[in-house]
C-alpha cells in the first residue's frame, strides 16, 4: 500500500465520523481517567495493572495464533469479571456513592502554603506545650488510601484549631493518626502499622513505633508529639528523629509543602550537620581552652 493509498484511507475514515462518535470516545475515556484516578489510592490498583498485562497477552495470543494461551486467559477473564466483583464490592460501592456525590467545581479556592506551615507548626507547638499527644502523617508520592478507610474522612482546611481538636483527648478521633493529603487534613483517626523490630528504644510508645511503621511502607513524613514529654519527632524511611526544634520542622514542611520552591529538606544530612558543628565547636574550644592553660603555666 502507497502513502496515498494510505491518505485516502484516513481521509475516509474522517469522512464517516460523526459527532455521535466523538461523544463515545469522550464518554469512554472519562470512564477509563475515573477508573484509573479512583484505584491509585487503593488496592485495586495493583489488581488492576494485572488485568492490563492479562489484555496483552490476550492481545499478542491473538495475534500469534496461541490457541492454548488464548483459551485460558479467555476463560480466566470471564471468570475474573465475577470474582473481582466479589472481591472489590466495598471499592465498587465507593465508587457508585462517589458517582452519586458528584459535583462540579469550576473555582476551587486553594490555601497558600506558607500559612499552610505556619498553622502545622502553629498546632504541633502548642500540642508539645501542652502535652498533648499527636500523629500526622504527610502522604507523598506512596498513596495510603488502604489506611485511610480505617478512620474518618474529613476533607477539610489545614488549621491549628482543627488539628488541636482532634487531638484533644478524650474527643473522638484523637485516638489515631490524621492523614494530610493535597494540603487537606483527608483523615483522621486511622490505624498505622507498627513497627515489630525487637531492638526499638522502650521509652518509644505506640505512637512513635506507628510513626515508624508507616515510614517503612511508604515515602511518607510523619511527625509525632509525646503525651508523656511534649517532645516533637519526625519519622521518615524507617528512621526517628526526636527534639525537632521550630526551625527543622518549619524547614521540613517547606520542603513539603513547596517542593519546586525550595531546595529538598534532608532532615537527617541536617541532624549530622548540627551534630558536626557541635564537635566542631568543641573542638575549637578544646583548643582555646588548651591554649589558656599553656599560656598561665608559662607566665
Do not use: W
Not at 502554603?113 to 502523617?137: H, P, T
Not at 511502607?217 to 521550630?246: F, Y
Not at 527543622?248 to 558536626?276: I, V, Y
Request: hydrophobic share 45%; glycine share 6%; with cysteine.
Amino acid at each position: 500500500m502507497s502513502f496515498a493509498d494510505v491518505l485516502a484511507a484516513i481521509g475516509t475514515g474522517f469522512s464517516q465520523f460523526r459527532i455521535q462518535d466523538l461523544l463515545d470516545i469522550l464518554i469512554i475515556a472519562f470512564v477509563i481517567f475515573k477508573l484509573i484516578q479512583f484505584t491509585t489510592n487503593t488496592r485495586a490498583s495493583q489488581v488492576l495493572k494485572g488485568v492490563f498485562v492479562l489484555l496483552l497477552i490476550f492481545i499478542v495470543s491473538n495475534v500469534l495464533n496461541l490457541i492454548t494461551v488464548r483459551y485460558l486467559i479467555n476463560s480466566f477473564l470471564v471468570s475474573g469479571i465475577v470474582v473481582a466483583v466479589v472481591l472489590f464490592q466495598p471499592e465498587l460501592r465507593r465508587a457508585l456513592e462517589r458517582i452519586g456525590r458528584f459535583r462540579l467545581n469550576i473555582v476551587q479556592k486553594e490555601t497558600p502554603s506558607y500559612e499552610i506551615v505556619n498553622q502545622i507548626c502553629l498546632a504541633v507547638e502548642n500540642m508539645s506545650r501542652r502535652k498533648v499527644g499527636a500523629l500526622m502523617v504527610l502522604e507523598r508520592n506512596t498513596k495510603l488510601g488502604d489506611y485511610v478507610q480505617t478512620g474518618t474522612v474529613i476533607d477539610a482546611e489545614i488549621t491549628d484549631a482543627l488539628i488541636e481538636n482532634i487531638f484533644e483527648p478524650k474527643t473522638p478521633l484523637h485516638d489515631g493518626a490524621v492523614i494530610i493529603r493535597d494540603a487537606r487534613i483527608y483523615a483522621a483517626a486511622c490505624v498505622l502499622p507498627l513497627f515489630d523490630d525487637p531492638n526499638i528504644s522502650r521509652e518509644l510508645g505506640t505512637r512513635h513505633r506507628a510513626a515508624l511503621g508507616i515510614s517503612t511502607v511508604s515515602d511518607s513524613v510523619t511527625l509525632v508529639v509525646s503525651e508523656e514529654t511534649g517532645i516533637i519527632s519526625v519519622a521518615q524511611d524507617g528512621r526517628l528523629v526526636r527534639n525537632v526544634d521550630h526551625d527543622t520542622l518549619e524547614a521540613l514542611l517547606n520542603s513539603h509543602f513547596n517542593p519546586s520552591q525550595d531546595k529538598a529538606f534532608n532532615l537527617f544530612s541536617a541532624k549530622k550537620d548540627e551534630k558536626t558543628e557541635e564537635k566542631e565547636e568543641g573542638a575549637e574550644n578544646g583548643k582555646r581552652n588548651g591554649k589558656g592553660k599553656k599560656r598561665g603555666k608559662k607566665s
